[in-house]
């Protein structure tokens, strides 16, 4: 497969990639003076070698996909090994040097990996959040069983009806100023509660793809 040419420019004859170290060398010297170009060079020295160290916690299935070439990720893989500090801290200078080198795409695709991998931990949490919220609600209201039960027809309706009253016995009140004492149904409630919601939210992410498809169709 051919490889997607470089964005860039010549400058007396010689190729410069957008992003790279000599076209950044290049715009400094564009602005003039000696201290900005020191001050921008020193800022994106220090952000570039930022995003290298976070390359390091990057999971394997981003990380395979960014086209950082054999010798960085090779010094990556060398630093997750290192355990001396000095010679870790060496290893990400180095780290950063390389960084200096990568086109302003691949950059770009490192920035979009890395945010990412922080989205997913979010949406995780979100989802926990909204089990629990539909958790209390069937223990608290037959109203929202049944609802639950209309809306979620995948659900074994007997087994999650008598977890939930199985879930009211088992309630004890527990020392003033703390939350009630819950029993092991309490915890199954959630666990159905969570599988369907799962469930639920991949149908209507396929529904979102199959949708989207259509339009770029038409």
Known sequence: MSRKPKKGYFVRGEFVAEGSELDLELKRELKGTDAASKTDLKRESAELQALGEALLGLRAGLFDTLDLGDKLKDAIADAKRITNFEGKRRQMQFIGKLMRGLDAEVLDA?????????????????????????????????????????????????????????????????????????????????????????????????????????????
Request: glycine share 6%; hydrophobic share 40%; charged share 35%.
């Open 110 to 218: 490192v920035r979009a990996a890395l945010a990412e991998q922080d989205r997913l931990p979010a949406e995780e949490t979100a989802a926990l959040h909204e089990a629990e919220r539909w958790r209390d609600r069937l223990i608290a209201d037959d109203d929202a069983l049944g609802g639950w039960i209309e809306t979620h027809p995948a659900t074994d309706a007997q087994q999650l009806r008598a977890l939930v009253r199985q879930a009211r016995k088992d309630i004890k009140a527990g020392p003033p100023g703390e939350a009630p004492r819950q029993g092991k149904a309490y915890r199954e409630v959630f666990q159905i509660v969570r599988a369907q919601l799962r469930v639920h939210g991949t149908a209507d992410l396929a529904d979102e793809a199959a949708e989207q498809a259509r339009e770029d169709d038409a």
